[in-house]
């Protein structure tokens, strides 16, 4: 039992530590396609190709002035920031990462933990992450920050009873919550998204909205909110938000890689001939490959389209995708009744 | 149809009519323009960037280019400046000063001329790179270059005295873009105005 707790912390510890590099890298990635995408080069001063540039960023954050705003609830102002970073980071501890290693003649499934609700923590996890939002935006006593999180909460409850109409789609069909088993049942090359076309992409441009990205990102808004909810905000605690919006981006990514591209499975992953451990290991690199994909899906929409207009958003939300994800879950449920039984 | 070709004035032919018809249900899907879009950018990831790396890469600057000023030495390293003032009467932004001093018998190497300038100093904000300067230089001692003034946080840092301007002896500094066989020529035209 000693040895699965160990394994456990490790595993912990891992995707901790992947989680916050990948998304401080994300923002040199994300600065560096901007770039591309518009004929520059982006940042590379700051070490070869700027791959010193997070640090540099990072350590910039922490200098910063520490500025909170007289009329600001002390409370309420850290608790915004910490509360998003925490939230954020919860994400991750449910998504099956892989296969199993086998050493010895003991199996260490690559998840943190197989809870059988796995699709609800996932959601209520992330519909705590606008309180984060919230507070803050509350807090700072600004009334653009408080603008920023009147948005920011209106679009994710409008936009999550869709994501959630699209889930349930995929639960039906999988017959579980449990996120390993709706991995496993997409074995192969059976993945979500042949039988869920419109389920996916629903979800996709939910997932977009719940991240706050661009073309979703009215709670941000920098040309007529000055920043949303963070206008108040600086130093590290700014650095918060702004970080956790790449891990929220990263744990996204990988729900939907989860939900929709068969997670870790691969085409003729049963004919590879490796061993049991090494194809554990391939499998964990297919499926960041897949994560890299919707990371770059995210950024490569945020550089073409522009922002909606809020009621857009919300015309956008509740009269196309609510509609789309219920003709979706009905159409399911009707063929899943006909032709599974 | 002389008549129409005169009143023709559009500027490009690639402009459209704006029309208010309804959108089909294809364009209101959005989708197909969504991914047009992507694919624009898309092709932008392998296009040629514009970007030019500054300090690495310097633009090419037009031959006639007029930048930071230099004063001259002689070939044996003598200042050529004789502390005359012409260059600062000939100023429109009045932009130079100088304070000329007497050459000392010990000095006869540093300074070609019996009298030099002491102080010299060009403040950088107020030039505005006209060349008037060099044009009345009797001495062919003051030149613009195509050297930038780099940026700086302070206005008095842009007063450029001769630690800024004056040539190094052992980095010299190429003017001869600027004093072509034609300038000389014309500065030492006795019927132009400017030279009697």
Known sequence: MNVYILFKTALIVVILLISLVIAMYATLIERKIAGYFQDRLGPNRAGPWGILQPVADGVKLFFKEEFMPMTADKFLYILGPSLTMFVALLGSAVIPWGGSLVIGDKTFPLQVTDVNIGILYIFAVTSIGVYGIMIGGWASNNKYALMGAVRSASQMISYELAMGMSIIAVVMTTGSMNLSSIVAGQH???????????????????????????????????????????????????????FSEYINMFVSSAVISTLYLGGYNFPWMDHTGLSANLLALVEVAVFFVKISFFMFLFMWVRWTLPRFRYDQLMRFGWKVLLPWAMVNMIVTGIFYHLFNH | ????????????????????????????????AIVKGMYVTFTHLFRKKTTIEYPEVKRPVSPIYRGMHVLKRDEQGRERCTACGLCALACPAEAITMIAKERLESEKHLYREEKYAAVYEINMLRCIYCGDCEMACPKEAIFLTERFVPSEVSRTDFIYGKDKLLEPIDARIDVSKRQTPEVLAFKKDKTKLHNQ
């Open chain 2, 1 to 32: 149809m002389k008549d129409q070709q005169d009143f023709d004035i559009r500027l490009t032919t690639r402009s459209k009519m704006v029309s208010k018809k309804r959108m089909t249900f294809w364009e209101r899907m959005y989708l197909p």
């Open chain 1, 188 to 242: 192969g090359f059976h993945w979500n998204i042949w039988y869920q076309p419109i389920g996916f992409l629903v979800f996709l441009i939910s997932a977009f909205a719940e991240c706050n990205r661009t073309p979703f990102d009215l709670p941000e808004a920098d040309s007529e909110l000055i920043g949303g909810y963070h206008t108040e905000y600086s130093s590290m605690k700014l650095g918060f938000y702004l």
